[in-house]
Nanobody, 123 residues
Framework: VQLQASGGGLVQAGGSLRLSCAAS????????MGWFRQAPGKEREFVGG????????LYVDSVKGRFTVSRDHAKNMVYLQMNNVKREDTAVYSC?????????????????WGQGTQVTVSS
């Protein structure tokens, strides 16, 4: 599976951005999907994820109520809608695929990773 994240850019604090993750090479139907981010000097952090089957989601506390993960099985796409962004959301965002239906916040559970897209939030 090849994953490619896109949609990043410069956004003002309080604004919105939608990231997309396009998959090729295999259908994502049986994979749970996660979004991660990494800021300079910090470890990669789980942001949110969505299960492969029932569409259940999981988020890190810092983005709950602001970010939404969704997926379109027909288009083989996963999305991260970012609302009311804050300066601390500035990072490189990557999408990843994990075998099985369960969402995991653990980096090691993900078998496929896409190149990231930079999100910069200005004040």
């Amino acid at each position: 599976v090849q994953l490619q994240a896109s949609g990043g850019g410069l956004v003002q604090a309080g604004g919105s951005l939608r990231l997309s993750c396009a998959a090729s090479g295999r259908r994502l139907n049986t994979y749970s999907m996660g979004w991660f981010r990494q800021a300079p000097g910090k470890e990669r952090e789980f942001v949110g994820g969505i299960s492969s089957d029932d569409g259940s989601t999981l988020y890190v506390d810092s983005v709950k109520g602001r970010f939404t993960v969704s997926r379109d099985h027909a288009k083989n796409m996963v999305y991260l809608q970012m609302n009311n962004v804050k300066r601390e959301d500035t990072a490189v965002y990557s999408c990843a695929a994990s075998s099985g239906p369960w969402i995991s916040p653990t980096v090691a559970r993900y078998v496929y990773w896409g190149q990231g897209t930079q999100v910069t939030v200005s004040s």
